[in-house]
């Protein structure tokens, strides 16, 4: 039996644990048909997806270094992400050590067609996310504008008071001393490494980073500022004097221009996609003569070392005489099927129906007593009843929406879009994200895996080939 954890996510501090139980009865359900065995949980209460900044999720991640499971089960795909750039880092980090995201709601297909009809759903879930915060805007600052703070947590240094914020009496000396070494010319490492050793926390209760270091410098709070993006900004308690904050900026501002010195800007936008012919490998970018020259090689040094910029081209051009009217239709449609395959069912109507019926025995049953027809099995069936009316409330309240109804024409609509994008912006991220599976290099050819089945290929799909020195690009080339 495959073990798999569980991991399950409310956003909103009005939905309750209610909604994780019936996540988990779910998914406990789909384990059981589908031979999987639940040996972990992971639950992240009143915690947003459109971020990853959530503790059991990173405790997730971190588990899946060890093999402790082999897959991970979620309710619904948008319970482990709504960015659609963190869902493809995470599942492309699971999926190198061979751990796969299971929807117990979506069941989605492992074909090569099945991964664009997940990056359009995914795209859903993200569209949604940001339609719902587009419509939280305007009770959200009326809220700032009142002075209240609508943050999860008080910055370091302060608490919460009546919805607003107030110095801390104990964090403030702590937050004050921490700006002023920085600003006297401490390095941010060794400030963050004594606050650690001394066991002094970040405002989450967690060991200092540096990101979360970064950003206590950055915030206008502390000078007496409280704003928040789009929602304008109101007067608060100041800990911190404008000049040791202004110096802060300043020695934060050196210190970026000083990394940024020492890095190249060069965006290695196949990183994720490349694996290496002779042992299996990832391929990731590498610069040589600080930034000057930029190769893509096998990280465990096989010997495979591309130049980076010939090969972009190299890979934008078998794209663009790869995707024909022809073969976008061919992609669409196979993405269309999995869609139409694997349509999950309203099951609110069912359920909804089931709890009717559960409450109008529930009132005859009372009636009964009332007339005087009290027994111990009447009492035993109401008691079964209002159990299962709960775990039906539980459901109804967690059963998923209706997929949108969506027609070929759309999926066509929405490649062309990718594409033209692509050709427009030069970013192909998108486009090698929806159409790419994987491509695979040595040092005499480059085949880019298509997401389209051709069980005569290993792997099973599509190939782009050409050669690495043959400027020709074979366009398709079977193989």
């Known amino acids: 039996m495959k073990k798999v954890a569980f991991y399950g996510r409310y ?22 048909a589908n031979g999987l065995e639940i040996v972990r949980q992971y639950v992240d209460r009143a915690t947003s997806g459109k971020t990853d900044n959530r503790p059991q999720f990173q405790q997730m991640i971190s588990d899946s270094e060890r093999g402790l499971f082999e897959g991970i089960l979620v309710y619904k795909l948008d319970r482990f992400a709504r960015n659609r750039y963190d869902s493809f880092i995470y599942k492309h980090k699971l999926k190198e050590q061979g751990i796969r995201v ?56 302060y608490k919460v008071v009546n919805h607003r914020l107030a110095v801390d009496e104990l964090t403030a000396p702590i937050a004050q001393d921490i700006f002023r070494r920085y600003a006297n010319g401490e390095k941010q490492n060794q400030i963050l490494t004594d606050l650690n050793r001394r066991g002094i926390h970040n405002a989450a209760g967690r060991p200092w980073n540096k990101v979360n270091m970064t950003m206590m410098f950055k915030n ?29 900026q300043k020695k934060k501002e050196e210190s970026v221009h000083r ?18 012919a002779q042992c299996g490998a990832s391929v990731c970018g590498a610069s040589m003569q600080k930034g000057k020259y930029h190769y893509y090689q096998c990280h465990k040094h096989c010997g495979n070392r591309l130049r980076a910029e010939e090969l972009h081209e190299r890979v934008k051009r078998a794209l663009a005489e790869y995707l024909t009217e022809e073969k976008m239709q061919e992609l669409a ?44 099995a009447l009492k035993d069936k109401m008691n ?25 024409e759309m999926f066509l609509a929405m490649l062309q879009l990718i594409v033209d994008k692509a050709a427009e912006t030069d970013d192909l991220t998108k486009l090698l994200n929806t159409v790419v599976n994987r491509i695979i290099i040595d040092d005499q050819d480059v085949v880019i895996c298509i997401n389209l089945t051709d069980e005569d290929n290993e792997p099973p799909m599509e190939q782009i080939k050409f050669r690495v020195k043959d400027k020709s690009v074979y366009c398709p080339t079977w193989i």
């Open 11 to 32: 956003s909103s501090v009005m939905q309750t644990e209610q909604s994780i139980e019936g996540q988990l009865h779910v998914c406990e359900q789909y384990a059981a």
């Open 102 to 157: 299971i929807s117990a709601t979506e069941p989605l297909s492992d074909t090569p067609e099945g991964i664009i009809f997940e990056a359009l759903i995914e795209g859903m879930d993200e569209y949604y996310s940001a339609e719902l915060g587009r419509k939280m805007k305007r009770g959200k600052k009326e809220s700032v504008l009142k002075g209240r703070f609508i943050g999860k947590l008080p910055p370091f240094g």
């Open 220 to 248: 206008r709070i502390y000078i007496g500022i409280y704003s928040v993006a789009d929602y304008g900004e109101v007067e608060c308690p100041a800990i911190i004097e404008k000049e040791v904050f202004d110096m802060v």
């Open 259 to 276: 990394a940024r010195a020492n890095k190249t800007d060069f965006d290695y936008i196949l990183t994720g996609h490349m694996t290496c």
């Open 333 to 376: 449609h196979g993405a269309y099927e999995v869609y139409v395959k694997e349509q999950t069912v309203d099951e609110r109507p069912l359920l909804e129906k089931e709890l009717n019926d559960i409450e109008k025995q529930l009132q005859n049953a009372v009636q009964a007593i009332l007339d005087g027809f009290a027994n111990d």
């Open 384 to 408: 079964a009843l209002e159990a299962r009316r709960d775990e039906l409330r539980v459901l109804i309240e967690d059963a998923p929406a209706p997929m949108p109804k969506l027609t070929y």
